[in-house]
């Protein structure tokens, strides 16, 4: 082969590739840009989480004085729990619309369909997502309201 190589295209020179070496090549920058989403979207998550997490204890300490008197009232730890689910609903819900599941799932099976073999990321997928994305966004922003609820009213009206 390197004879008539050389005989019929002398100026260019003879090279041997194994077929898996190709492969492995062609597909190494891929494995590197998965690796990157990985650890990007890992750090975005840790992230959100701290700054649900932050904002969450800000809400509670603000609305601590409120939960001291509406326990002074009366009220039980599981109503005011009760009182802040629907806060807690209501920021599962956004950290869902923020998600954008949607159009990242389309952006994904757009990019996936350039390969020879893919797979289809169906909505299950997206919905099981969306589900994870709301519960740990309510047993993060519930942390908060269980703690603030449990609080002494006499330590929380105190310096009023």
């Not at 005989?7 to 840009?33: C, G, S």
């Not at 730890?77 to 819900?93: E, N």
């Given at each position: 082969?390197?004879?008539?190589?050389?005989?019929?295209?002398?100026?260019?020179?003879?090279?041997?590739?194994?077929?898996?070496?190709?492969?492995?090549?062609?597909?190494?920058?891929?494995?590197?840009?998965?690796?990157?989403?990985?650890?990007?979207?890992?750090?975005?998550?840790?992230?959100?989480?701290?700054?649900?997490?932050?904002?969450?204890?800000?809400?509670?300490?603000?609305?601590?004085?409120?939960?001291?008197?509406?326990?002074?009232?009366?009220?039980?730890?599981?109503?005011?729990?009760?009182?802040?689910?629907?806060?807690?609903?209501?920021?599962?819900?956004?950290?869902?619309?923020?998600?954008?599941?949607?159009?990242?799932?389309?952006?994904?099976?757009?990019?996936?369909?350039?390969?020879?073999?893919?797979?289809?990321?169906?909505?299950?997928?997206?919905?099981?997502?969306?589900?994870?994305c709301l519960i740990v966004s309510m047993?993060?922003?519930?942390?908060?309201?269980?703690?603030?609820?449990?609080?002494?009213?006499?330590?929380?009206?105190?310096?009023?």
């Amino acid at each position: 082969m390197e004879k008539i190589s050389k005989h019929y295209a002398a100026a260019y020179p003879f090279e041997t590739n194994m077929l898996d070496q190709d492969w492995d090549n062609l597909y190494k920058t891929e494995d590197r840009f998965g690796k990157l989403f990985n650890y990007f979207s890992g750090l975005s998550i840790i992230i959100s989480c701290l700054g649900l997490f932050g904002l969450s204890a800000f809400s509670a300490q603000q609305r601590t004085k409120e939960l001291g008197v509406r326990k002074v009232m009366g009220a039980s730890v599981s109503g005011l729990m009760q009182a802040d689910g629907k806060r807690i609903c209501v920021a599962g819900i956004d950290c869902c619309i923020g998600s954008a599941a949607l159009l990242v799932g389309m952006a994904m099976n757009w990019w996936l369909k350039t390969y020879a073999y893919h797979v289809e990321v169906g909505t299950l997928t997206l919905m099981v997502a969306a589900a994870l994305c709301l519960i740990v966004s309510m047993l993060t922003v519930s942390y908060h309201a269980a703690k603030a609820a449990m609080v002494d009213p006499v330590k929380s009206l105190r310096y009023e």
